[in-house]
């Protein structure tokens, strides 16, 4: 794979998406949406890769979203336009391996296009989240109507409407829920990792069926969503369970978060 703007790399069934355009605060442009689009092509299919971990390189910034200097070409009849969400959405590319963000610094705008449909975040303590948008006199919708999923409503209300006025701390963050950790800045890589390779040593069929149950059924009502969830084990669990010998199990020590 040729790529302009992110570093990729697999070990040991991980796979590691870097944010690599630190001078722009690794914001996206039309490069970085191509190479999103290759790169969800390529880790749906690719057996090898079990888990993926998004982060960002520099000290700055995870993502500010779009580059406002360079932008995204646009179809002239918008009724042929995509969203950048279609190219840089794991789910939207029907991308069924777990997703863990690491995110540090700034984290703006667009940058909810990866957030609000990763499985779940781990935060550097130095992370400020935002919205600028209707500092801009831009209508925030996708970012804030994605977040809504994830936090209660006047929280993503408030993050939107009150733009570069204020910033949410990592703190706030996770005292609401959007992200599941934090750890020191100079920590964030390395303990993600950790994770990832916890999750990668299981059984892939079992992890995928799992990641796709939920997603899948997010947007049912409750009934719905359980008559619907009962195929994926229909499915998955004969094809999980051939991967694991129950003979040569061992339980892991397990820890307390």
């Known amino acids: 794979m040729e790529l302009k703007t992110v570093l990729f790399d697999v070990t040991d069934h991980v796979a590691t998406i870097t944010l690599d355009r630190p001078d722009m605060f690794n914001s996206f442009n039309e490069a970085m949406l191509a190479d999103f689009r290759t790169l969800w092509r390529h880790i749906r299919v690719d057996d090898e890769v079990h888990v993926v971990v998004l982060r960002a390189a520099g000290d700055k910034a995870f993502c500010t979203g779009v580059d406002v200097k360079e932008g995204f070409t646009r179809h002239e009849n918008y009724w042929s336009d995509d969203d950048p969400g279609q190219s840089l959405s794991p789910r939207a590319n029907k991308v069924w391996k777990p997703v863990i963000a690491a995110v540090h610094g700034m984290v703006a705008g667009g940058a909810f296009y990866w957030l609000n449909d990763v499985d779940f975040i781990v935060s550097a303590d130095d992370a400020t989240f935002f919205d600028p948008h209707v500092s801009y006199g831009m209508t925030s919708a996708l970012e804030p109507i994605g977040l809504a999923r994830r936090v209660p409503l006047g929280e993503a209300m408030r993050w939107a409407l009150v733009g570069l006025d204020e910033r949410m701390s990592a703190r706030r963050a996770f005292t609401i829920g959007l992200v599941s950790e934090l750890v020191a800045q100079a920590d964030l890589w390395e303990h993600v990792d950790v994770l990832a390779r916890k999750i990668a040593a299981k059984p892939p069929a079992a992890v995928q069926g799992t990641v796709k149950a939920v997603w899948e059924t997010l947007d049912m009502d409750r009934n719905a969503a359980y008559a619907s969830g009962w195929n994926y084990p229909e ?23």
Not at 235 to 257: E, Y
């Open 235 to 257: 499915i998955g669990n004969p094809v999980g369970m051939a991967q694991v010998s129950r003979d040569g199990f061992v339980k892991p020590q397990w820890t307390l978060r």
